[in-house]
């Protein structure tokens, strides 16, 4: 027979497991995000429009993916102070434009874009600190 401790306890442990689920599917997700960032510039920078706008596509997906992951996976269950929380809403407002302007499929001129990605990279780097802050500050 399970006491009151006992389902409670259970009841805790899976909510243990999920945000760990949670914060590795995130982490996951982000790390994806940067390797696409880092080929897609490389591929930029060596001049391969065919390989650019194919990591453009695959690029916009992930930061799609990892904005979404953010806000139902992570941010719903945190305490996210008011300062954080614009810094958050900025960045994922940036992540939207930008994937409204370059992930659609159209073609786009590699300078603008090497720019574009430049703004949207120091933008998630802001983000990052910011999450590990939060992440790391907050008990589950």
Do not use: W
Request: charge should be negative; charged fraction near 25%; glycine fraction near 6%.
């Amino acid at each position: 027979m399970q006491t009151v401790t006992d389902t409670h306890r259970t009841g805790a442990e899976s909510a243990d497991r999920y945000f760990d689920y949670a914060d590795q599917s995130f982490g996951e997700c982000r790390q994806r995000l940067i390797s696409y960032l880092v080929k897609l510039n490389h591929a930029l920078n060596d001049g391969l429009p065919d390989l650019s706008h194919a990591l453009l596509t695959r690029f916009c997906d992930s930061l799609v993916d990892y904005l979404s992951a953010g806000h139902f996976r992570i941010f719903q269950r945190l305490s996210v102070p008011g300062h954080a929380y614009v810094l958050i809403e900025a960045t994922t407002q940036a992540g939207v434009a930008f994937n409204d302007r370059f992930g659609n499929g159209v073609e786009a001129p590699i300078p603008e874009v090497k720019e574009a990605l430049e703004r949207i990279a120091r933008a998630l780097s802001a983000r990052f600190e910011l999450e590990d802050q939060l992440l790391y500050a907050e008990p589950h």
